[in-house]
């Protein structure tokens, strides 16, 4: 049974019709000289053949990738990054009193993100952005092997500079990143260990003290004690009151500032670690772009049609330059 053939197809053979659609389409596919030369008896000079179009097939899809675009993920942006450097300066002002050193790692870490991640990721995406724009105006003309050679050079140096500014990018982004985990972690090491061990002591006091002045609960302060007396007296009216537990609202009031401080801190981190995921994006399309280019060079060495095939493939290769550079445009 031939594919795709209805029993109302192979009817229509029999009567030797078109009036069927399918069978005109089938008609359609078999007049193909490519696919004839495919589908015809084996002889020497055939295999020869077949083994011809199947190259050039495979060049197709081959040239093709070697010209398009490479896949970039663009997950965060230059806005949501300022908002998060925005988020670390209100985190300092809110522990500046409670907890100076986890202040100072916040202040680190927006100026961080305002003078060396934001400028380095930018610096990369608009040179990329004007790679974008030289692939598209060189895929708008007819190739001709010397504007191939020409593109493929272009290509390797800009590929090599753009791998560059990328890798110099991706070493202040994964610093940052670094510096934000540490911050992170001793700031909660501060809320979770250090203070809440500290809290749990002074509760502990305070209930020993309350113990203590629940045996004077009868004393009357107000009066005169007799030898011995004015201690217990001075005990009691101490931990009535202050000691140890403004101790505790204290550390309670601490605890508060810093939790609120660590919950801000982590509700910025899945920005960050989007930065880290576009930045190793940005060096891995420039690693494609590479290896794109060699396959180009070794296509114009071995191959004499190279040309008139790229002239078939460049208007869609060119649209995915024109799709690349519109994702740049969201940063």
Request: glycine residues 6%; contains cysteine; aromatic residues 8%.
């Amino acid at each position: 049974m031939v594919s795709g053939l209805s029993g109302q197809g192979f009817r229509d053979i029999s009567r030797e019709t078109t009036d069927s659609a399918q069978l005109r389409k089938y008609y359609e596919v078999a007049d193909d000289l490519k696919i004839r030369k495919l589908i015809a008896p084996t002889t020497q000079a055939g295999n020869v053949e077949k083994y011809r179009l199947l190259l050039a097939s495979a060049l197709d899809s081959q040239l093709y990738n070697a010209l398009k675009a490479p896949a970039l993920a663009l997950t965060t942006n230059r806005q949501k990054l300022a908002n998060t450097a925005s988020a670390y300066q209100l985190t300092t002002d809110r522990m500046s009193s409670q907890f100076p050193e986890g202040a100072t790692d916040a202040q680190n870490l927006a100026a961080s993100i305002t003078d060396l991640v934001i400028p380095s990721v930018t610096g990369v995406i608009d040179f990329y952005k004007d790679f974008a724009n030289r692939q598209m105006s060189a895929l708008s003309s007819e190739p001709t092997k010397p504007s191939l050679d020409n593109l493929a050079r272009e290509r390797a140096e800009a590929a090599a500079e753009g791998a560059s500014k990328a890798q110099n990018a991706q070493y202040v982004v994964l610093e940052f990143k670094n510096n934000s985990d540490l911050a992170h972690n001793r700031i909660r090491r501060t809320q979770q260990n250090e203070l809440q061990q500290e809290y749990n002591w002074k509760r502990i006091e305070l209930a020993g003290k309350r113990g203590k002045v629940a045996q004077y609960d009868w004393v009357d302060v107000r009066f005169a004690f007799p030898p011995g007396g004015a201690s217990r007296s001075s005990d009691t009216a101490h931990y009535r009151g202050g000691f140890p537990a403004s101790d505790i609202a204290n550390l309670e009031n601490q605890m508060s500032h810093i939790s609120w401080a660590a919950w801000q801190m982590a509700a910025v981190r899945g920005i960050e670690d989007s930065c880290v995921l576009t930045i190793s994006s940005l060096s891995q399309s420039w690693a494609e772009i590479m290896q794109g280019t060699g396959d180009l060079n070794a296509y114009l060495k071995l191959i004499s049609d190279v040309p008139s095939t790229a002239g078939a493939l460049a208007e869609n290769a060119k649209q995915t330059w024109q799709n690349l550079n519109g994702n740049l445009g969201q940063w």
